[in-house]
């Protein structure tokens, strides 16, 4: 079993950033790929971004790409998501989620945090 905390996630004015945390415990951190998804009121979650479980290789949604980031800190058992130029479309809560495949797929992913709502005013 692996759990998963996210924080971070608040209000704030769009343009601006947030930096979103989800800590891991239970089993090896350092064996999964990370992802990041989200879901707004009435829509499906979707994938946001996903890191290999060293930290050399990602991905992201269009709609995210040259504006956030995905990174990992294998030591601390964490991994992070910088947004930055928040829209209100980003408006969701934000979940983590760990898998043993490379994936987009929520459905492939077996840990999920309970996630943690960011809200985007203009």
């Known amino acids: 079993q692996v759990q998963l905390v996210e924080s971070g996630g608040r209000l704030v004015q769009a343009g601006g950033s947030l930096r979103l945390s989800c800590a891991a415990s239970?089993?090896?951190?350092?064996?999964?790929?990370m992802g990041w998804f989200r879901q707004a009121p009435g829509k499906e979650r979707e994938f946001v971004a996903a890191?290999?479980?060293?930290?050399?290789?990602?991905q992201y949604a269009d709609p995210v790409k040259g504006r956030f980031t995905i990174s990992r800190d294998n030591a601390k058992n964490t991994v992070y998501l910088q947004m930055n130029s928040l829209k209100p479309e980003d408006t969701a809560v934000y979940y983590c989620?760990?898998?043993?495949?490379?994936?987009?797929?929520?459905?492939?992913?077996?840990?999920w945090g309970q996630g943690t709502q960011v809200t985007v005013f203009s």
């Open positions: 890191i290999n479980p060293n930290g050399g290789s990602n």
């Open positions: 989620a760990a898998g043993s495949v490379w994936s987009a797929r929520p459905n492939l992913y077996e840990y």
């Open positions: 239970g089993r090896t951190f350092s064996n999964y790929f």
